[in-house]
């Protein structure tokens, strides 16, 4: 079955800086990468999206990079702010009649101010 | 748009009784729900996939027996967790896909149970 490794499993950043979190996927039938962005207590919030059909998808600071020859993909945050800390979790969904996500481990994103 | 909603956000119960978590889509139709449970500072670990009007599709080492799934309309689905035991306490996550649209998963807000 699949696997989605994440890596670091922490990272603290200065305000303003950037912030980059990388996953690696086992399964090349895996077509497609959501992002999802957990505060303490709350609900894995959707922030980001990205089918294997595309190699790179921008929402403002937030960007998703896929490389499916490699099977990675990483989220980019850039000009980090404190609202940004929050635990970020990746995922990949095989396809082929399968309906679940494979989530990763999660990375505790810190940014200081 | 999007949004679920989950009831209770949380409930203290004792051991042995039974406690049942729902999960509603509000403002869309989900032919396809997940249970999540989650331990503090890890990952979301699925429980069991719930179509409407069919038997949950439970992941394996969930006991089906003692996590009972009902998705009993488009909007409406419930986890009942039998006689349960202090173990059982843990984060109680819901999510919820659009019929309509590619695999992306809809969050509630969790259901915090602790079992005394």
């Known amino acids: 079955g699949e696997n989605v490794e994440q890596h670091p499993s922490t990272l603290s950043v200065q305000e303003g800086d950037s912030a980059v979190i990388k996953c690696t996927y086992s399964d090349s039938a895996s077509n497609y990468f959501p992002w999802y962005k957990q505060e303490l207590g709350k609900r894995p919030q959707l922030i980001i999206d990205i089918r294997s059909n595309v190699g790179e998808k921008k929402d403002q600071r937030i960007a998703v990079t896929l490389n499916k020859t490699a099977k990675h993909f990483s989220l980019h945050i850039t000009e980090t702010q404190p609202e940004d800390s929050a635990v970020y979790f990746c995922?990949?969904?095989?396809?082929?009649?399968?309906?679940?996500?494979?989530f990763g481990k999660g990375m505790k994103l810190t940014v200081n101010p | 748009g999007a949004v679920v909603s989950q009831h209770p956000s949380w409930v203290i119960c004792k051991s042995g009784t039974s406690v049942k978590i729902e999960c509603r889509s509000l403002d869309f139709q989900a032919t396809t729900m997940f249970w999540y449970r989650q331990f503090p500072k890890q990952s979301l670990m699925l429980m069991a996939t719930s179509n409407e009007g069919s038997k949950a599709t439970y992941e394996q080492g969930v006991e089906k027996d003692k996590f009972l799934i009902n998705h009993a309309s488009l909007t409406l689905s419930t986890l009942t967790v039998t006689s349960a035991h202090p173990e059982d306490s843990s984060f109680y996550i819901c999510?919820?896909?659009?019929?309509?649209?590619?695999?992306?998963?809809?969050f509630g807000p969790g259901t915090r149970l602790t079992v005394t």
């Open positions: 995922a990949a969904h095989r396809g082929g009649g399968s309906e679940k996500l494979v």
């Open positions: 999510s919820a896909r659009t019929s309509g649209g590619f695999y992306e998963q809809y």
